[in-house]
């Protein structure tokens, strides 16, 4: 089936220690994107990518980085992960208007 | 004021009822309209576009006021299974693929 792969599906890190979450894609979409989930509120736009050019979130912290390889995958690099960065961190890709999402990445920070 | 809001809840219901959301939208240049579901620790999942004529799906009604830049989503006969919170979630012309996200709302469907 056609889908969207993130893993790990749960990541416990450091304080400071930088962590990188993927996500790869069957659909063949030509758009991806992150965003990070903080318990009860809506998912938040970090950056996407449109083919291979990469547009960041005016509000997406420098420690925030992306790469996309290729059009299947997609990483998402915490450089120096602090706590208020614990989130569910979810990968998306559309072709189309709506977008489909993958499992999600539980990232704790200790 | 938000671009995209919606009552929080939590719609407490008991199984058969018929429940209602609302969301309202800033933007009057919105395009596409769509109710996300997103069940606990889990990711969001397309329940269904909006469309202008309004649409149903099963259940489950979608309607859309564009003049009062207004969605609704009814649901009849709730199931325990609709437990989950539903997210209101709009495109904005030239926006391209990106959306704008509601905060959500929480339905607990009772026995």
């Known amino acids: 089936d056609a889908m969207v792969i993130q893993n790990p599906r749960y990541q416990v890190t450091q304080f400071g220690k930088p962590v990188t979450l993927s996500c790869s894609q069957t659909?063949?979409?030509?758009?991806m994107y992150w965003y990070q989930q903080k318990s009860s509120q809506a998912p938040k736009l970090l950056f996407h990518y449109y083919d291979k050019d990469f547009n960041n979130e005016a509000d997406t912290p420098d420690n925030f980085q992306s790469r996309r390889p290729n059009t299947s995958f997609c990483f998402l690099d915490i450089r120096s992960p602090g706590l208020g960065d614990a989130a569910m961190y979810l990968c998306a890709t559309s072709q189309t208007s709506s977008q489909f999402f993958g499992p999600g990445t539980r990232l704790t920070v200790l | 004021r938000k671009e995209v809001e919606q009552d929080p809840g939590p719609f407490n219901v008991p199984e058969g009822a018929t429940v209602a959301f609302n969301c309202t939208y800033s933007?009057?240049?919105?395009?596409?309209f769509f109710w996300y579901r997103q069940d606990c620790r889990k990711e969001p999942k397309l329940l269904m576009s909006v469309y202008s004529s309004g649409n149903e799906d099963g259940r489950f009604t979608a309607q859309l006021n564009r003049a009062s830049q207004y969605i609704s989503l009814l649901i009849r006969d709730s199931k325990l299974s609709d437990s989950a919170t539903y997210l209101c979630v709009v495109n904005m012309k030239n926006a391209g693929n990106m959306l704008t996200f509601g905060g959500g709302t929480r339905l607990m469907v009772k026995p």
């Open positions: 659909l063949n979409h030509n758009v």
């Open positions: 933007n009057s240049a919105s395009q596409s």
